[in-house]
């Protein structure tokens, strides 16, 4: 793939985010991604706003994740939360917090994430999330590195109720530019799984990821990160497309798309999942 044919991609990426962007504003329910970039700072002067705004942003942008050859070094990281609530002729319920940080030591990046999504309707749950990721990577070259990855996900309401995964493996930076950045990587693990009848499998597994971010302005970029998770028991498909917008501070929004795919549901349970999510973000460091 060339860079030509990416950014015609990105292009097109961009103009559906923003086609989400719109659609988010009219649902009633938000629920949070596991993954979340981008900031701004203020200070109390109009005069430092604009620039002091746009540096901050700047630091946080996808770099520490995907573009420079090593995370910023020392700690830093964001909190997400969003929620909705309705009461009359209809109660509903939706809340999600999570939490992505980074610390930077040299060629060795540590990156943990961790999301809740919780929602009911009636008083009847409906929705029950918890995710949890660990990834290290070690930085050979300016293109190469090595990766070692540990993630978590329970789902009352999915075919697999518990997933657990533990791989490593190599990866590489196809672009590593500013405004464009992507990496693959892919490696072999162990996988753990349990469904909802209560059927247990520990087995070989493998994992192969995209990560890929794009910026759209000095205010906001996308994001689009790909997961395939694939062993006996099935395959699963995971796709996060999102458009972050700086607004004032230390907050920026992220709305998103999140399409999530099992080669094998369960029956009565559909194969394919689409969560349209919009959540603020605070940024620390």
Known sequence: MNRTTLLAGS????????????????QNRVTPVSTVTGTTQITDTIDDLEERTLDN?????????????????GFRGGIFASGSATSGNTDTLDFGLGLRATIGQ?????????????????????????F??????YDITDRFYAFGLARAQYDEFASIEQDY??????????????????????GPGVRYTKDQLDN???????????????????????????????SEVDYTVANDLAVNVALTGPFSL???????YSSDPLPGLESTDNTISAALVYTFR
């Open 200 to 230: 247990e499998e520990t087995e070989f597994a493998g994992i192969l990821s995209s990560r890929l971010y794009y910026q759209i302005s000095e205010q906001a970029f996308i994001t689009n990160d790909t997961d395939l998770l694939a």
């Open 165 to 186: 995964f533990l791989g490593a493996g190599p990866g590489y930076r196809v672009f590593n530019e500013p405004d464009l950045a992507w990496r693959l990587q892919a």
């Open 254 to 260: 992220r709305t998103a798309l999140r399409t999530e």
């Open 132 to 137: 949890a990721i660990y990834d290290l990577n």
């Open 57 to 73: 942003f700047e630091e946080s942008r996808d770099e520490a994740r995907f573009g420079s050859a090593a995370v910023p070094e």
């Open 11 to 26: 292009a097109l990426a961009l103009a559906f985010g923003f086609g989400i962007a719109s659609v988010a504003q009219s």
């Open 106 to 130: 040299g060629r060795l990046n540590h990156t943990f994430g961790a999301a809740v999504e919780y929602g009911e309707d009636e008083e009847t749950r409906n929705e029950n999330r918890i």
